[in-house]
């Protein structure tokens, strides 16, 4: 069975506002899912259902197969690796100490096997050993977020749920991030599910994108079906500006009559 997780005929509701109202979505293994849409869609609603953060309120959520009204959540959350906007490592531990609380509490204490945890993930994410004995506090936000993540698949888990992670750092560091996780994904072939309110992230980072809107599905395609084929309008008007990029090489642009720089000389010599 190929199926990683699936949501069936999921709503939820919170007295009498629906935010999510009838989801049917399969994801499959060693996908990269980005969510998006607009501002209170239920995109991390959704992603919360998966590791039992929040209930259904009517309907079903399936990861590997087994319902997880089924399942111990506590496993399950162990089993799961989170991610979200923000440092959320622990103030008072080292480095270290962050990445190897999952391990530390799967390998009953097997101090060999949390070190070579510890080891691989934070060289996975590209990260030196030499930090490993510093606090949060003394690290960079780029370098928090990489530490996070690399806390988030100390216990190797088979799916990663990311909740913006990327929202707090300047761009560069945004983009490095980016690549990064592109490549984590592409090495171990875990399967992500992304939520992110940048539709040009989206298209970049997942094989598949689920557009979401007032609680229901807009679309869920791949990156180039979206932008070639929107599928209703407001995929189309989420995805207007992707759809008109331009991707001249470097020594061409200045020359293209149709590109922002252009557009600019031209208002400057109506004005």
């Keep these: 069975m190929n199926c990683a997780i699936e949501f069936r005929n999921v709503k939820k509701t919170y007295g009498e506002k629906t935010i999510i109202e009838n989801l049917n979505l399969t994801v499959e293994k060693g996908e990269f899912v980005t969510i998006v849409g607009s501002s209170g869609c239920g995109k991390t609603t959704a992603l919360k259902m998966i590791n039992g ?17 089924d399942n111990n959540l506590i496993e399950l959350r162990r089993s799961i690796g989170y991610s979200i906007q923000g440092s959320v490592l622990f103030p008072h531990m080292t480095v270290e100490e ?97 939520v992110t309110h940048d539709i ?19 679309q869920y395609d791949t990156p180039t079906e979206l932008l070639r084929h929107p599928a209703t309008d407001f995929v189309k008007q989420l995805v207007y500006r992707q759809r008109h990029l331009c991707s001249l090489p470097d020594d061409q642009i200045n020359d293209c009559q149709y590109s922002y720089a252009a557009e600019l000389d031209k208002k400057k010599n109506e004005d």
């Design 53 to 69: 953060l929040i209930d259904t309120t009517s309907g079903d959520v399936f990861v590997d197969g087994k319902n997880i009204k």
């Design 98 to 194: 962050n990445i190897s609380y999952v391990p530390n509490l799967l390998n009953k204490k097997d101090k060999v096997k949390t070190k070579q945890a510890v080891s691989k993930w934070m060289k996975i994410v590209g990260r030196d050993e030499e930090i490993k004995g510093r606090y949060p506090g003394e690290l960079s936000g780029g370098q928090q977020q990489r530490v996070g993540i690399a806390r988030a698949l100390a216990a190797s888990p088979s799916i990663l749920l990311m909740d913006e992670p990327f929202g707090a750092v300047d761009e560069i560091t945004r983009g490095q991030l980016q690549e990064e996780i592109k490549r984590i994904h592409t090495e171990t072939g875990i399967t992500i599910l992304f």
């Design 200 to 218: 040009s992230e989206a298209l970049k980072l997942g094989t598949k994108v689920l557009v979401m809107n007032a609680g229901n599905i807009e």
